[in-house]
T-cell receptor, first 114, second 110 residues
């Protein structure tokens, strides 16, 4: 079945630094990738949608300059949290879809900003 | 506005004690209702997709059903390994964007 690998699984960074999270589709070409954020005991909130080779489409209220998304290839999308602050601490999850492939989620990244 | 509401928020079951989780939704033009299982610190794992009222799908001890306004996830004779948060989700106006419910956290004790 379709597999999406997300790294790192956990990251702790200092306030003001940037953190990059990678999402790779291992056995299919992901034409579209989605980035979600999840707060404890809360629902997944869609942050942005990215299509390979195009600029990401951000949901209302998501700062595109803080959450930089790159989808340069059909197997890799990255989310960079720039100038991270404690309020950016959260669980970030990517999801990928491709032709004939359903929506497969990565295993998530727990970001803690100290 | 599309909405997905899950109940209860949490459910504690004895092993073997069957129960049901509810997912009610309001969406213009249902494009499917998805159920996922999420373990702590992990991404959601796909369970089922239901597309039309009356449809049912089963996987081991889980059975999902769909009506025009809600879906149920029935857990029959659960085991401790069924402990997880169960999420339901519906695609919104753009295929691929999902509206998720807040989930039901299920704990099955031996």
């Amino acid at each position: 079945g379709a597999v999406v690998s997300q790294h790192p699984s956990r990251v702790i960074c200092k306030s003001g630094t940037s953190v990059k999270i990678e999402c790779r589709s291992l056995d299919f070409q992901a034409t579209t990738m989605f980035w979600y954020r999840q707060f404890p005991k809360k629902s997944l909130m869609l942050m942005a949608t990215s299509n390979e080779g195009s600029k990401a489409t951000y949901e209302q209220g998501v700062e595109k300059d803080k959450f930089l998304i790159n989808h340069a290839s059909l197997t890799l999308s990255t989310l960079t949290v720039t100038s991270a602050h404690p309020e950016d601490s959260s669980f970030y999850i990517c999801s990928a879809s491709g032709t004939g492939i359903g929506y497969t989620f990565g295993s998530g990244t727990r970001l803690t900003v100290v | 506005e599309d909405q997905v509401t899950q109940s209860p928020e949490a459910l504690r079951l004895q092993e073997g004690e069957s129960s049901s989780l509810n997912c009610s939704y309001t969406v213009s033009g249902l494009r499917g209702l998805f159920w996922y299982r999420q373990d702590p610190g992990k991404g959601p794992e796909f369970l089922f997709t239901l597309y039309s009222a009356g449809e049912e799908k089963e996987k081991e001890r889980l059975k999902a059903t769909l009506t025009k306004k809600e879906s149920f996830l029935h857990i029959t004779a659960p085991k401790p390994e069924d402990s997880a948060t169960y999420l339901c989700a519906v695609p919104t106006d753009s295929w691929g964007k999902f509206q998720f419910g807040a989930g039901t956290q299920v704990v099955v004790t031996p």
